[in-house]
């Protein structure tokens, strides 16, 4: 079994963190330049039959002052096309604040068919797991997520459950 994973979400949620995690010492290949003109090959994680090519989607990295622009051409965009083929999004926040940005991101993501994962990152910075739930309740609203995982990428929490889940869903 093999496929594509995608993980977006706008700056600092922890998207390097969380990849350097999953890949750590299991990157097969990693590469700074585009493999193809759809997806940046950021790692391959091989774990017993499962093969998973985490990738990165170019034009999810949306500068400030650009945002509006983006809005007005996400449907023709390529990072909306590049994400129609891959098997599995993983769509990173931050656990304090959901913003504009993620909103953006959100928009991206709505024509996408695949699973999406809803990955909530940096919980070990809650004091109370119980004042998460609000948050999830919340963002549960978004969208129709297929998994909504609380995550701490700096630490490991709950990362091992977040790659099971994206992995059976190759
Ligand atoms: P990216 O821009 O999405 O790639 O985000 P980074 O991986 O660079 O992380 C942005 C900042 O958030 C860094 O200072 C990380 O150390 C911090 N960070 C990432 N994941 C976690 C987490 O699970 N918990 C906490 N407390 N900080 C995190
Ligand atoms: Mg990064």
Request: hydrophobic share 40%; with cysteine; aromatic share 6%.
């Amino acid at each position: 079994k093999s496929g594509y994973i995608a993980l977006v979400g706008r700056p600092n949620v922890g998207k390097s963190t969380l990849l350097n995690r999953i890949l750590g010492q299991k990157i097969s290949i990693t590469c700074k330049k585009p493999q193809t003109t759809r997806h940046q090959i950021l790692g391959i994680r091989t774990e017993g039959e499962v093969q998973s090519i985490w990738v990165d989607t170019p034009g999810m990295h949306l500068a400030q002052g650009t945002r509006d622009k983006a809005i007005n051409r996400y449907m023709n965009d390529a990072a909306s096309q590049a994400l129609r083929d891959v098997d599995v999004v993983i769509f990173l926040i931050d656990r304090t604040k959901w913003t504009e940005e993620d909103d953006l991101v959100l928009k991206r993501l709505e024509f996408v068919k695949c699973p999406v994962i809803l990955a909530i990152n940096k919980v070990d910075w809650l004091e109370d797991k119980k004042s998460l739930l609000p948050f999830i309740e919340a963002v549960s609203q978004k969208r129709n997520f297929d998994q909504i995982i609380p995550i701490s990428a700096k630490q490991g929490d709950q990362v091992e459950a977040l790659m099971q889940e994206a992995e059976q869903r190759l």
